[in-house]
């Protein structure tokens, strides 16, 4: 089963509103991290924060994890018809290899 | 500077046949890592190469696969007698080492079709 598995599956905003994804995951974590992928290619890394973080910005990005629930949310602000993508939560438990989620379609109408 | 880089970008084979994927990873990344991504899915851990180590293979879905790194840079990706579930994109991706906490840079993709 996934380790990553993110909520909602599919989200449509309009240009200018916040969006907001979150990510759940099951075991413990050395740090979770975000990707952007467009067009079902490469994966483009957004943003990274470590187990002993609870936010961090980056941007228009604002990211917060809770491991006492072993959750994740990535805001993104003022967002533009360029950020439709999928976006993707992926775990590292310090072995390396990443755990992705299923990904999250985020559409924004212009 | 260069990225990771794949090729084929696309193939498509029968059923049957052997396929190679080629991975290139940015020069001095020590680690470099498959994974594989079907239609509308998260992406799933195939193996994992840290510099000299023994490559972590616990993700390869079946004896098929196998995977190589040559002097620590360039790696292949074999999938012998591919199977119709075979299909999928294949991504590679590469960073400087293992727990650095860094991102993984990723690689355009193969897109693998199999008949």
């Known amino acids: 089963s996934q380790q990553g598995e993110e909520d909602p599956q599919a989200l449509s905003i309009q240009e200018g509103e916040n969006a907001t994804m979150n990510c759940s995951y099951k075991?413990?974590?050395?740090?979770l991290q975000w990707y952007r992928q467009n067009s079902g290619r490469g994966l483009v890394h957004l943003i990274l924060?470590?187990?002993?973080?609870r936010e961090k910005h980056s941007g228009r990005l604002r990211v917060t994890l809770d491991t006492s629930k072993k959750s994740s949310s990535l805001l993104i602000t003022a967002s533009r018809a360029a950020d439709t993508a999928s976006y993707f939560c992926?775990?590292?438990?310090?072995?390396?290899?990443?755990?992705f989620g299923k990904g999250i379609t985020l559409s924004v109408r212009p | 500077g260069a990225g990771v880089s794949q090729s084929p970008s696309n193939k498509v084979t029968e059923k049957g046949k052997d396929v190679e994927l080629r991975c290139d990873p940015i020069?001095?990344?020590?680690?470099l890592y498959w994974y594989r991504q079907s239609l509308g899915q998260g992406l799933e851990f195939l193996i994992y190469?840290?510099?000299?180590?023994?490559?972590?293979k616990s993700g390869l879905p079946s004896d098929r696969f196998s995977a190589e790194r040559t002097g620590g840079s360039v790696s292949t990706l074999t999938i012998q007698r591919t199977q119709q579930e075979d299909s999928a994109v294949y991504l590679c991706a590469s960073n400087l080492q293992r727990g650095a906490n860094n991102e993984q840079f990723f690689g355009p993709g193969t897109r693998l079709t199999v008949l």
């Open positions: 020069s001095g990344h020590t680690a």
């Open positions: 190469f840290q510099g000299n180590s023994a490559p972590d």
């Open positions: 075991t413990s974590i050395n740090n």
């Open positions: 992926a775990t590292d438990l310090l072995g390396g290899k990443l755990t």
């Open positions: 924060i470590r187990s002993n973080e």
